[in-house]
C-alpha cells in the first residue's frame, strides 16, 4: 500500500517541502482548540470561547483566499513570509491577552491579528502539482498522503493541545503551534527550488472571481458545512468530557477521530478509482452525515471515540475527492487560489460550528452542542445532493476537453 508514497515522495525535493508543510501547518489544528481551553478556563465561558475561536477562524478564511491570489501572482515566499510574521505577533498579543485577562475586546482585537494567515496546506498541495504536472495518478496519490498527513495534524495537535493546556499551563496551547509556525514556515519558505513560478495576472483572465466558475460555488457551499459540522464536533467533544470529569481527554478523543481519517486516506490514495470524482465525493458526505448523527445518542467517552473512530473513515477521501474536483474546476495557474477558497469555507464553517455549539452548551450542555453537529451535517447533505448535477457536468466537460486535447 505505501508503494505509490514512495514513489511520490522521492521525486527531487518533495519530501523535505512535504515534511516542512507539516511542521508549518500544525497550528491549524491546536490554535482554535488552544483557544477554546484557554479562554474557557480562564475566563470559565465556552461562548466568550467559541465567540475568540470564531474570530480567529473566520478572519483566517476571510483572508486566505487574497492571500492565496497573491502566492499564484507573486510566489509563496515573497508574499508568505511577511504574512507569518503578521500571524505571530498576533498570537504573542493574544497569549499575553490571556494572561493578564484582558477585557473582551482586546481578545478579539489579538485573534483578528493573528486571523491573518494563509494556508500551507494549499501552498503544499500547489508544490505538488506543480511537481507532478502531466501525472494524474501519482497527483492522486500526493493529494491523499496530504490529506493523510492533514489527519496526522489533527491526531498531534488537538491532544498536544488539550494536554498543555490542561497540565501546563492554559496559553501552552497556543505557545507551541507559535512556535511550529515559526519552525515551519521558515523551513518550507526556503525550498524556492520547488515553487511554483508566479503568474501574472493576464494570463489567468484577470477580474474573473474563482467562485464565479461553474462548480466552483457549489463545492464551498459543501465544504462550509462540512467545516460546521467540524467546529461543532470540537466544542461539544471538550465539554462532553469534562462533564464526564475528564476533561483531558477531549484532545485524545479527537485524535482518534482524526486517526480514522488518516487510515482511509492511506487506503484511499494507494488505489486507482474508476468512479468519477463527484459520486465518490457524494457518497462520503453522506457517509460523514450518518455517522456525525450517533454523537447525539452517546453515552460515554468510550462510545463516543468508537463512533468518531468508524465515521472518521469518511472523512478523508471526501476532502481528497473535494480538493481533486477543485483541479478539475479551476486553471492550474490559480490553484493555490481555488484551494484556498475550499480551505476558506471549511475554516468559516468551522467558525460558525463552534461558536453556535458554544452557545448552546452554555445553555444546555454538550447534547445541545452535538445537536448543532446534527443540524450542520443535514444541510451538508441537501448541499451536497443540490451540487452533484453541477459537478456532474462540469466532469462531463473536463472529460471533452481532455479527449479533444489527446
Excluded at 474563482?210 to 466552483?216: E, Q, R, S, V
Excluded at 459543501?222 to 467540524?230: E, K, S
Amino acid at each position: 500500500m505505501l508503494a505509490p508514497y514512495r514513489g511520490v515522495l522521492a521525486r527531487p525535493g518533495a519530501l523535505g517541502f512535504c515534511a516542512a508543510g507539516v511542521v508549518a501547518r500544525l497550528p491549524i489544528s491546536m490554535v482554535g482548540i488552544g483557544i477554546v481551553l484557554a479562554v474557557s478556563s480562564i475566563y470559565d465561558s465556552y461562548a466568550l470561547a467559541g465567540r475568540v475561536s470564531a474570530v480567529y477562524i473566520v478572519i483566517s478564511s476571510v483572508t486566505a483566499p487574497t492571500i492565496g491570489k497573491l502566492v499564484d501572482r507573486y510566489g509563496q515566499a515573497r508574499v508568505m513570509a511577511p504574512t507569518v510574521v503578521v500571524t505571530g505577533v498576533g498570537l504573542v498579543g493574544l497569549v499575553v491577552a490571556l494572561v493578564t485577562e484582558a477585557p473582551e475586546w482586546v481578545l478579539y482585537a489579538a485573534a483578528v491579528v493573528a486571523g491573518v494567515t494563509g494556508q500551507f496546506g494549499s501552498l503544499t498541495r500547489a508544490r505538488w502539482s506543480h511537481l507532478l504536472r502531466g501525472e494524474p495518478d501519482a497527483l492522486h496519490t500526493a493529494y491523499s498522503l496530504e490529506a493523510a498527513l492533514d489527519e496526522v495534524v489533527f491526531i498531534v495537535g488537538p491532544a498536544t493541545a488539550t494536554l498543555l493546556a490542561t497540565g501546563v499551563a492554559p496559553t501552552a496551547g497556543i505557545v507551541v503551534p507559535l512556535v511550529a509556525l515559526a519552525i515551519g514556515a521558515t523551513w518550507f519558505l526556503g525550498q524556492r527550488a520547488t515553487q511554483p513560478p508566479p503568474v501574472r495576472p493576464a494570463a489567468e483572465g484577470r477580474g474573473r472571481s474563482i467562485l464565479l466558475m461553474p462548480g466552483m460555488a457549489a463545492i464551498v457551499v459543501v465544504f462550509l458545512a462540512m467545516g460546521a459540522i467540524f467546529g461543532a464536533t470540537d466544542v461539544s467533544t471538550v465539554a462532553f468530557a469534562e462533564e464526564a470529569g475528564h476533561k483531558s481527554v477531549a484532545g485524545i478523543i479527537l485524535a482518534v477521530f482524526a486517526a480514522g481519517s488518516m487510515i482511509s486516506g492511506l487506503a484511499y490514495g494507494a488505489r486507482h478509482w474508476v468512479r468519477p470524482l463527484w459520486v465518490r465525493f457524494g457518497i462520503g458526505m453522506v457517509a460523514i452525515a450518518a455517522g456525525v448523527s450517533l454523537f447525539v445518542v452517546v453515552g460515554s467517552l468510550a462510545a463516543l471515540a468508537a463512533v468518531m473512530f468508524v465515521t472518521g473513515f469518511a472523512i478523508a477521501p471526501t476532502l481528497i475527492n473535494g480538493n481533486g474536483l477543485v483541479q478539475e474546476l479551476v486553471p492550474a495557474a490559480r490553484l493555490t487560489e481555488g484551494l484556498t477558497w475550499v480551505g476558506t469555507a471549511l475554516g468559516i464553517g468551522v467558525s460558525v460550528g463552534s461558536s453556535i455549539a458554544g452557545a448552546r452548551i452554555d445553555a444546555t450542555g454538550s447534547h445541545g452542542g452535538f445537536v448543532v453537529v446534527l443540524a450542520a451535517a443535514g444541510c451538508a447533505v441537501v448541499a451536497t445532493l443540490a451540487s452533484l448535477r453541477t459537478l456532474r457536468t462540469q466532469h462531463a466537460r473536463a472529460l471533452a476537453v481532455t479527449a479533444s486535447v489527446v
